[in-house]
């Protein structure tokens, strides 16, 4: 192959990078320009070749150029291998780069500058010069020219970036979508810790009352252990202040017995001492008879006298009387007091003869605590397999919505495939409802349910497409103000209709449907689908699908006798439909069939109101008939039918437990009073023997007294008579003295154990004295033994009614707890970690965002004005459904061609083949004078544009690709049209192919020049 070329000296300002030699294969060498590049030849010559060259010559994948996947098959056939050079500019010493390529095993043998090396060198070194072969904006093969309007948004911002943007541009853009993904890890890892810690404090929730129960009953516990260590110290404290009594009390009787004494003494002594002397006067008795009649007289006096103190006796007598009434009287109430006990104490044999009920109070506690921890672990069995109820329900519904979804994406497919218009509008319908007063329905195809698929046939060949694509409207004014936005002003091609005022759905058919079944009709056509009222009612108007029979095969035998049935216009057999028509005027029925097609687009079923109830239906509903009405999975049925079964064992084991618990209870109470009945009456008995002690000392002290006071009053009576009360109170005082002191010794052995007892309960020493924390604590307690019993027995009872807890529910509480403070921790270190990561990204964001607007924004002024000069219009801009996805970034272009059309995106499917190729063109010249990279390669763009379109976009790129601004640019096409402008600045480049080519040596450019000049003045 040769190629004859015309060379233009490279300016010194070029873009390193640019070529200044390339070779191809072993025979063709290629001088291209530093400006535009104008490579023509005739399809087959090899200008392919020469892209193919740069490509593989610049490491390029074989999977850019479309065209074979080895390297092996670009070498020219019939040679074993082929070879490579390019010579790239570079300021400091240009880049030599050779490839030779082996066919048989497809490897390949590189140097640079003249040296051996891998493809990763080379690779690494066309990194630095920018150059990316593999980028459809700078690099775009005959192949690729199609990709290019394929390119998605996204790709075309990625190849944009790369080929016209900074260096860091699309490094910036790289690391947002980074931070972006570890961003939207973050939340997740926020959003899950989050919800697990919500969980943790709802478990930790339900656990709380258990566990202010089990701490409930420790307070009891505590108030127990307490009042247990208080009653020893009562116990002592009531002894030891009974000893003082007695203390006090025999004290009092010794110091009465010395009082007596000292105070009889004197009188005792002068009894002794008459008595002494009574003796020697009794000799002088006789002598002294004399003497007594002198003292008759006296004594006469002395009688009166006595008579007087007999009075007095008589008085005391009285007074003692008195005294021995009230001693009876305290006889009597001792001995009422002793009859009463001894009733006591034969009622409380009475009870006592009863076995112990401790035991059986005891065995009922450990009972109902079994109970209680039965009825926890049912609970937990009922809580979880509720939870595996609510998992099934949501699992099933999730699989159901997703199913009826899928369903509704294949819907829309089908219509999206067969009629775009109708689906744009259906788009801009579910965004846009709210605008509208009335009922608005979907596409009839979308919102008809048939209720078996075998039946969609009928109904598809009933009803027109025309009408299946149609929207349906409850208002008049809806339906017009939904044509003006989707007809007018986004020029889109869609059916709309309107429901009649009256609704129409319930309309009832001409002829009941038993009385067709002898012709093997089974039903009409309304009754195989559903649909809303609105469509249902426009069908019935419309189609009279309320009056069309569908029949099977006897239908299609008895068909003669079947049209001649009145009023049946329509109707079905299993593969046909007839049409039967009765003359006005003659009568005369004439009948048309057609076969009955298989359906496109209703097999597919969705029931509107069965998905809204699965996206409404709330939990409390029923799940169970939910999900069998949901699925007809006889698994899934069957395992929801046996969780139930289990929860209602569950439950009746539950009643009979609290059955059981109630009769426990009772049985309890019952035992508590008899064992409280017991307890009361042996306190009443020790009331009632304490106030019988207290009076039998009271009443006993009584008659000494008296007694001493009568002695007292007779002093004056003989002294043998004073001495005898004398010393009989002495006698009594003694024995007062001692009893007093056997009890004072007993007491104080008492109070000594007691007081052991007290110390060991509190795990005192002997000698240490009660602590402070004690002190305070049974300050608040009560101060009687009566009090600290019944308190007790109140404590006991209540912390019995506490029953099935363990120091595990708190132990797990706790943990808990310290999990949750963990976890709130971590939350929001990670909600920091992500707020700061926020904070990058919003950096970031601003340096990559901002200079790629300003990119954008001066592409689209270059590509408008091209458009503009053209009688077209065009423009670029930067799209993004959501500004945080920053991957979803993309370039998008739109293009109008003709005046009467609005700006429609660039897509693989809208505008035609040659309106294609001049808006990638174009976009590439816009590219152009940004001039980020070294050279573009364009080949054979030009196909497919019409001559107006053609022209306009070669003087485009002439005076874009000519400027001193520019890289190289490389334009490949097998033809060009005639009288176009060139520029000085352009190369040349024809490419020739054959048998005859002449070597380029021998080639005379001039002498071509000459003879085609004379052929034309010939002409």
Known sequence: MQTPCRKIPGKPGREPGTFLLQGESRTSQVHPGPNLNMIIGANGTGKSSIVCAICLGLAGKTAVLGRGDKVGLYVKRGCSKGYIEIELYKSGGNVVINREIHQENNQSLWMLNGRHCNQKTVEEEVKALRIQVSNLCQFLPQEKVGEFAKMSKVELLEATEKSVGPPEMYEYHCELKNFRNKERELENVVKEKASFLEKTKQRNERNKHDVNRYYERKRHLDVIELLDKKKPWVEYETTRKELEG??????????????????????????????????????????????????????????????????????????????????????????????????????????????????????????????????????????????????????????????????????????????????????????????????????????????????????????????????????????????????????????????????????????NIESLRRFGFFTYLREMFDAPDEVMSYLCHQYKVHDVPVGNDQTKAMIKTVIEEPYLKVLFTTEERYTVKRSFYSNQISTSNSAVHSSQYLTITVDAEERWQLEHCKCDSNPFLLIVNLCCDQACESKLREIDERMKALQKETAALDRRDNELLAEKKQLSELKGKKRQLEQKISTKQDRARKQCPHVTSHPPAAVFMVCLHIFHLPHVLYRCFVLTFHMFLQQKCSRLEQRKVQLTEQCKGLLKRAQATCRMQPDQSLPEDLCNAFSKLPNTLDEIEAMLNEERSRAECFTGLSENVVDEYNRREQEIKHLEKELEEKSNALNAYRQNISEAKERWLNPLKQLVEQINDKFSDFFRSMQCAGEVDLHSENEEEYDKYGIRIRVKFHSSTQLHELTAHHQSGGERSVSTMLYLMALQELNRCPFRVVDEINQGMDPVNERRVFDIVVRTACKETTSQYFFITPKLLQNLQYAEEMTVLCVHNGPQMLSPSEWDEKAFIRRCLQRKARA
């Open 246 to 511: 007695v203390k006090k009390e025999r004290e009092e009787a010794k110091r009465q017995l010395s009082a007596l004494k000292q105070a009889h003494a004197p009188m005792l002594r002068k009894i002794q001492l008459i008595e002494n002397q009574l003796q020697p006067t009794e000799a002088q008795i006789k002598a002294k008879t004399a003497d007594i009649k002198d003292a008759s007289l006296k004594c006469k006096q002395k009688q009166d006298q006595l008579d007087r103190k007999n009075k007095e006796i008589e008085d005391i007598k009285q007074t003692l009387k008195l005294k021995s009434m009230e001693e009876e009287e305290h006889q009597k109430r001792i001995s009422n007091t002793k009859r009463i006990i001894e009733d006591l104490k034969a009622e409380l044999a009475k009870v006592g003869d009863q076995p112990d009920v401790t035991p059986r109070i005891n065995a009922v506690n450990m009972e109902l605590r079994r109970i209680q921890e039965d009825r926890a672990k049912i609970e937990g069995d009922k809580a979880d397999l509720r939870r595996e109820k609510d998992n099934l329900v949501a699992e099933f519904k999730s699989e159901k919505l997703r199913d009826m979804n899928n369903m509704m994406n294949a819907k829309e497919e089908k219509l999206r495939g067969r009629h775009k218009d109708t689906h744009a509008a259906l788009q801009w319908l579910r965004k846009n409802k709210q605008v509208f007063k009335g009922h608005v329905h979907e596409p009839m195809m979308l919102v008809i349910n048939v209720r078996d698929p075998n039946f969609a046939k009928y109904v598809e060949n009933h009803i027109s497409f025309h009408d299946l694509r149609a929207f349906v409207f409850q208002r008049k004014d809806d339906m017009e103000k939904f044509m003006t936005e989707v007809r007018d002003k986004m020029s889109l091609k869609v059916n709309s209709i309107c429901a009649p005022e009256q609704s129409c759905s319930k309309r009832t058919p001409s002829r």
